[in-house]
């Protein structure tokens, strides 16, 4: 090299280009859509029958519907199995125009930036680049997505030499490599760098062929090697699928009419999440929750929303959540927005395409700093737990403002939202190394409506339209043994209509002496799932974990002798101890560390929040939740009021009214005027043991004339 290339170099070096292209804030924060480009107005103006938009939706829909199913079908993770996945397709600006109605639909507001990104720092980078087959990978949280177990494969899509949009599948990875905890979810990873690999979006193919190295490079850091290999082939196969079917549409009709329907899918979505706001009551509505766990010990955090509704526009705000910490739960702001707008996509608005034109609809002021809004130095690959807790708060304050609002979208107790589900790794009873998560969290149940029940065993949260699982798939993949799955009751919220309850699942480790089991839920101390306007929230979740004197030959000799006090329920389990040994109840957060062969762990998934006052409850539907086994004789003595004919289980209606005749009295007596009932409750400080994040201050003045 000569001294002036070696100047030129060097000169290059320090002046043209950065150490390392780290997240971009300014994406990461942008959500708004793009303005218009020339190219949005031209293909627009060639339309002349609006009907023409209506048919090239429905098209990209079902192509997006077919292409996913297919990809549950051929990917290795469990998670897509069961309904983790989304594919979509985004402009050539970026946004996100068109999801698949199921699967993960927070994907669809949060991965907006990671084809912004590679078409800002990559397209026109030399030694990168972007052209028609080129394969795009990325799963760091930080530059856009949810966490970094959620992997996302991007490709562009040509029509005749021009770039017209991108094609994108997304799969929760159960396996991401982290230095401690299998299953990619890492409750003691104080850093980033504790979280397993970090992909940045990156070039991992041309030609849509793979680079085998870049993968090999991928694979040297996961404990299942194999799973990332066939799911990255799944999701290019998919993403390869909708760009042949996108290639025959704008063949038969043109790709203007493509391009002309995601700009106007985008905006019209848009503009109808702004007309329904419009009719809410102006107002500021307010929820708050609390998570009970920071991963590595019982603390109360706390998460606030507020909206402010004037006209047609929604403020979301969120001062005095807890601060950021060196743990997990971190979520950066883009997840927080992706949250608000999985409310409106899934429980709201259900009726229209899942786009980022819902969240361009609102506003947010989002408090710098706090545990929903933190940089990309901080850890988290658990940050959908605190976003969980958070919907419950944000569910309660939407439910508040849409009370008197018209429309389709009826008032709804929360959701459960958390995931009280098995992580696992280790060698399985194939001697084949594996590490991800079970899906029982997708039976979470459902929130109870102003007019009727919640769903049991609906869905999670995030992918309300999705799937559990058969146990004996459990059984043929892995080393355990299903000892029970059922709905137990008590498990969801009373009222008067009550929550859809969900799933109490026992696994016994069997085949392996080499393998761990793990948790990451919160709800064993506060309750996840908050009721309405009287309704009761859904009870809280405990991990039971019990060690059996003698291992696994005292289980299997007790089950084939008839499993002698074997009820099918883990309160009563606990109670009577039929195996001798060590039964412990605990928080549902324990690290995915090595077990015995024989442990037995018992974990309830919750149920959703009850609606309106127990006492009014019809009390057939009572009566029929206790035939059923949906609720104990406690309850629907002590909460519902209810007298009835034991023998033939039937309801002495006139008994129960006055039996609630007698408990509303008793409530008057019990009640207290409420600025009395503040002054004795209010305290200027948490009480120490709490270990309390947040904020605990008291307005004089807040709440005036508001909900």
Request: aromatic share 8%.
């Amino acid at each position: 090299m000569t001294d002036a290339s070696a100047e030129e170099f060097l000169a290059d070096l320090l002046s043209n280009q950065p150490v390392m292209y780290g997240p971009d804030l300014e994406i990461t924060g942008e959500y708004r859509l793009r303005p218009r480009t020339r190219r949005e107005d031209e293909a627009l103006a060639s339309i002349s029958d609006p009907t023409d938009l209506a048919v090239g939706l429905s098209r990209v829909e079902a192509v997006l519907e077919s292409s996913m199913e297919m990809l549950q079908q051929i990917s290795a993770s469990a998670a897509a199995k069961w309904g983790d996945l989304i594919i979509g397709i985004y402009t050539k600006e970026g946004d996100f125009a068109i999801a698949t109605s199921s699967g993960v639909n927070i994907f669809s507001a949060t991965t907006s930036s990671v084809p912004k990104f590679i078409a800002r720092y990559w397209a026109d980078e030399p030694t990168v680049g972007l052209a028609e087959g080129d394969v795009f990978y990325h799963n760091d949280a930080n530059y856009g997505g949810t966490h970094n177990p959620d992997h996302t494969l991007l490709i562009p899509l040509f029509w005749e030499g021009e770039h017209v949009a991108w094609i994108g599948a997304i799969i929760h990875e159960g396996e991401n490599g982290a230095a401690i905890d299998q299953g990619g979810l890492c409750m003691r990873a104080t850093t980033t760098y504790g979280e397993g690999i970090r992909i940045p979006p990156m070039k991992i193919g041309e030609n849509y062929v793979v680079r085998r190295d870049v993968v090999n490079l991928f694979q040297n850091q996961v404990r299942d090697p194999m799973l990332w290999l066939t799911d990255i082939r799944a999701k290019l196969a998919a993403a390869r699928t909708v760009e042949h079917r996108m290639h025959e549409f704008m063949g038969e009709r043109s790709p203007e009419l493509l391009i002309a329907t995601m700009r106007s899918v985008l905006e019209t979505t848009e503009a109808e999440v702004r007309r329904r706001i419009a009719s809410w009551p102006d107002g500021i509505y307010r929820g708050v929750h609390f998570g009970d766990s920071t991963l590595i010990e019982e603390r109360l955090f706390k998460l606030c929303v507020e909206l402010e509704k004037r006209g047609d526009r929604l403020t979301v705000r969120t001062g005095g959540s807890a601060p950021s910490i060196d743990r997990a739960l971190n979520v950066q702001a883009h997840f927080t927005r992706a949250m608000v707008g999985n409310l409106f996509m899934n429980f709201l608005y259900g009726d229209l395409p899942r786009t980022a034109g819902f969240i361009a609809a609102l506003d947010f002021e989002l408090e710098p700093g706090s545990i929903v809004t933190a940089g990309p130095e901080q850890p988290s690959s658990l940050s959908l737990l605190t976003m969980f807790s958070f919907n419950a708060a944000l569910h309660q304050a939407v439910t508040k403002a849409m009370f008197a609002a018209p429309g389709t979208a009826k008032p709804m107790a929360p959701w459960y939202a958390m995931i009280p589900t098995l992580q696992y790794g280790g060698l399985n009873q194939h001697m084949q190394v594996t590490a991800n998560v079970s899906t029982e969290m997708n039976a979470a149940g459902g929130g109870a409506l102003c007019d009727r029940d919640g769903e049991h065993a609906a869905g999670p949260v995030f992918a309300p339209v999705s799937d559990w699982g058969e146990m004996e798939l459990r059984e043929a993949e892995l080393p355990v043994l299903g000892l029970w799955r059922r709905i137990p009751p008590d498990n969801h919220g009373f009222g008067k209509f009550r929550g859809g309850s969900s799933v109490e699942w026992t696994y016994m480790l069997y085949g392996s002496q080499m393998f761990a089991f793990g948790i990451a839920s919160m709800g064993g101390r506060f309750p996840v799932t908050g009721g309405m306007f009287g309704g009761y929230g859904g009870p809280c979740t405990p991990l039971t974990r019990i060690r059996p004197e003698g291992g696994v030959d005292t289980v299997l000799r007790w089950l084939a002798e008839g499993g002698k006090g074997l009820t099918y329920d883990g309160a009563s389990t606990v109670a009577t101890q039929p195996v001798p040994g060590e039964y412990m109840v605990t928080n549902p957060m324990q690290a995915a560390d090595p077990i015995l062969e024989g442990d037995i762990w018992i974990q309830r998934v919750g149920g959703g929040g009850g609606y309106g006052d127990p006492l009014e409850r019809d009390p057939e539907s009572v009566m029929v939740d206790l035939r059923r086994g949906l609720i104990s004789q406690e309850v629907a003595t002590s909460v519902y009021r209810l007298v009835w004919d034991s023998e033939h289980m039937k309801v002495d209606h006139e008994a129960t009214c006055a039996a609630r005749d007698d408990e509303r009295a008793e409530r008057l007596r019990r009640g207290r005027p409420y600025d009395d009932f503040v002054a004795s409750w209010r305290t200027d400080s948490p009480p120490d043991h709490l270990g309390f994040l947040g904020s605990w201050e008291w307005g004089d003045d807040a709440g005036a004339g508001e909900a």
